[in-house]
């Protein structure tokens, strides 16, 4: 069944973590396992009845819209070019965002309920809903008081954090001023999310299913271990 709810795909970074491989091509055009990691997205979304893709794009934006207009029916595309950060290139797309709009950062592949995800949204009245995730911190985290003594200590606890999802509503901007949105990388995202929670407007959608997020070689290699062997989209 199809689903009416908007997607907004970010896939402008240049992923620089990956080194020589996004030398040649865009982050989103490399494979995991035998198709690259936006096909796998793609897939997944289209099982889930999202049909109306919005392409942020930005590093090798040419080589990525060629590919996508190949694989979408009628795509949007906005490109922020090379530095902007973010929530810049969500902004770009801001007259499209008419109606709860589902964000994802492209370099993360999670088996989301996607009709569950925009039911919750909605139900809670929120400006805006991050999915978030359980993990476990491989060390022992402490606190300490102004003298130096040791008032906590935390053997490998299992912290929430978020995952790269999000759903947005057609007034998300107008809570947030030029200097934010503007701002660098990821940073005007966080002091978005930071700016509505003081006004109780975020809410949070718990996800424990399967996820996978590639930003380093070493991603990479465990993605295409796990690819087709236990998690399949």
């Not at 906590?152 to 998300?172: D, Q, W």
């Not at 959608?205 to 590639?214: A, D, E, S």
Request: proline share 3%; net charge positive.
């Amino acid at each position: 069944m199809s689903l009416n709810s908007k997607i907004i795909i970010l896939c402008g970074g240049r992923g620089k973590r990956l080194g020589n491989i996004t030398k040649r091509i865009p982050k989103p055009l490399v494979k995991v396992g035998k198709i690259s990691i936006i096909e796998h997205k793609l897939n997944y979304y289209k099982k889930q009845g999202l049909e109306n893709f919005i392409f942020c794009i930005g590093y090798k934006g040419n080589i990525l819209k060629k590919f996508l207009e190949k694989k979408c029916k009628k795509p949007i595309f906005y490109d922020g070019g090379i530095n902007s950060g973010i929530l810049k290139r969500i902004y770009l797309a801001k007259k499209n965002i008419t109606s709860s709009t589902i964000v994802s950062y492209g370099d993360t592949l999670a088996k989301i309920n996607f009709r569950d995800l925009l039911s919750k949204h909605k139900k809670s009245k929120a400006v805006l809903s991050i999915v978030v995730a359980p993990i476990l911190n491989p060390f022992g985290v402490v606190d300490w008081n102004t003298k130096g003594r040791l008032i906590e200590f935390r053997e490998k606890p299992v912290l929430n954090h978020f995952i790269g999802y999000a759903v947005i509503e057609p007034n998300f901007f107008n809570y947030l001023n030029k200097r934010i949105i503007n701002q660098k990388n990821g940073k005007g995202m966080v002091n978005a999310i930071q700016k509505l929670i003081l006004k109780r407007m975020v809410n949070v959608y718990k996800f424990k299913g399967l996820q996978l997020t590639v930003n380093s070689p070493n991603e990479l290699k465990e993605a295409k271990k796990k690819i087709g062997k236990y998690f399949t989209f």
